[in-house]
């Protein structure tokens, strides 16, 4: 069962997770840029590491204009992992917990098998954070299959960023 789905328009309240290389990644908070946070299932999930390779190859991109986060519920080891065969640049986080799962209205799910993985994670999900901490944009996904377009969405920040667009979908 899903709590709320968070507001935009609304702050979101600070979420900290921990980061490969050691530390901690807050977003929510107040801060000086926006955020882009992508949550995707880990490392079982083959459609998440095509998605998350396109992102890497954008990063630069990304970074003229806002922060990339990226997070998953995989214990380090396998977010390591994955970061080793992939030679990612964003910051990558672990640990995801149902309960900030929860807070950021996504879809959990339990494994299929063992083979797929040994705990519940979160289904993809997208969200743009304005610097004041307010939820701008939410994207969130059932299943691994639908994503948004990494292209189409870079383009679409950049308008909502330089034209101080207001979050849409309020009511």
């Known amino acids: 069962?899903?709590?709320a789905r968070p507001a935009v328009g609304a702050p979101l309240g600070p979420l900290t997770f921990?980061?490969?290389?050691?530390?901690?990644?807050?977003?929510?908070?107040?801060?000086?840029?926006?955020?882009?946070?992508?949550?995707y299932r880990g490392k079982?999930?083959?459609?998440?590491?095509?998605?998350?390779?396109k992102l890497s190859g954008m990063l630069d991109n990304w970074n003229?204009?806002?922060?990339?986060?990226?997070?998953?519920?995989?214990?380090?080891?396998?977010?390591q992992a994955d970061m080793d065969e992939?030679?990612?640049?964003?910051?990558?986080?672990?640990?995801?917990?149902?309960?900030?799962?929860?807070?950021?209205?996504?879809?959990?799910?339990?494994?299929?098998?063992?083979?797929?993985?040994?705990?519940?994670f979160a289904e993809p999900g997208t969200f743009a954070i304005r610097p004041s901490g307010e939820l701008m944009l939410v994207d969130i996904s059932n299943g691994p299959a639908s994503?948004?377009?990494?292209?189409?969405?870079?383009?679409g920040m950049i308008f909502n960023i330089t034209k101080d667009r207001p979050a849409r979908g309020l009511a």
């Not at 079982?44 to 390779?53: D, G, I």
């Not at 030679?87 to 098998?113: I, K, N």
């Open 18 to 39: 921990a980061k490969l290389g050691g530390g901690e990644i807050t977003v929510g908070a107040p801060g000086a840029r926006w955020t882009m946070l992508v949550v």
């Open 147 to 155: 994503r948004p377009d990494l292209d189409e969405l870079l383009d």
């Open 64 to 79: 003229e204009h806002m922060d990339v986060v990226v997070v998953s519920a995989d214990p380090a080891e396998k977010a």
């Open 1 to 3: 069962m899903n709590t």
């Open 44 to 53: 079982h999930c083959p459609r998440c590491k095509r998605y998350l390779n």
């Open 86 to 120: 992939f030679g990612w640049t964003f910051d990558l986080c672990y640990d995801l917990s149902e309960a900030q799962m929860r807070a950021l209205g996504l879809y959990v799910s339990d494994p299929l098998s063992e083979a797929e993985t040994d705990r519940r």
